[in-house]
C-alpha cells in the first residue's frame, strides 16, 4: 500500500515521544506501522549544541548528514556552506547526526586553522 504523509511528525511517533503509558493505542501502531515506513523525501533540521544542519534523503539514495557553516568573505559577504558529514543507507537517530554534526564542525575548525 502507498500513502502519502506530508509533514505528519512521524519522528516523533517513532521515537518514542508519545509514551505508550498515556497513549496506549498510538504506541502500538510504532511497530506495526510506523517503523515499516520509507520516506521517499526527508529533510529534517537540526540545530543543536551550536552546530546547524540537516538530515536529508531522496529515496533510493542514501542518508546524508549536510553540516551548514557560515563563511565571510572578504568584501564581508556572508554566505552558507553545505558540507555532507557523513553517508549512511541506515537512518541514523537524531543523536547520532548531531555527533556527526559535532565531529564535522571540528574537523572545519581544524582545517581553517591549519589554512
Known amino acids: 500500500t502507498i500513502s502519502l504523509i506530508v509533514n505528519g511528525a512521524l519522528d516523533k511517533v517513532r521515537d518514542g515521544y508519545y509514551p505508550g503509558v498515556f497513549f496506549p ?12 515506513v520509507e520516506s521517499i523525501l526527508y529533510l ?6 551550536g ?11 542514501p542518508w546524508q548528514i549536510v553540516l551548514q557553516t557560515v563563511k565571510t568573505e572578504k ?12 553517508v549512511s543507507d541506515v537512518r541514523p537517530t537524531y543523536a547520532q547526526a548531531v555527533q556527526k554534526l559535532l565531529q564535522g564542525a571540528a574537523a572545519n575548525a581544524s582545517s581553517q586553522v591549519s589554512k
Do not use: C
Request: avoid cysteine; proline fraction near 5%; charge should be positive.
Open 25 to 36: 493505542k498510538l504506541a502500538a501502531t510504532v511497530d506495526r506501522f510506523y517503523r515499516k
Open 75 to 86: 568584501n564581508d559577504k556572508q554566505l552558507v556552506e553545505n558540507t555532507v558529514v557523513s
Open 44 to 49: 529534517k533540521p537540526i540545530s543543536d549544541k
Open 51 to 61: 552546530v546547524y544542519g540537516w538530515l536529508y534523503r531522496v529515496y533510493p539514495e
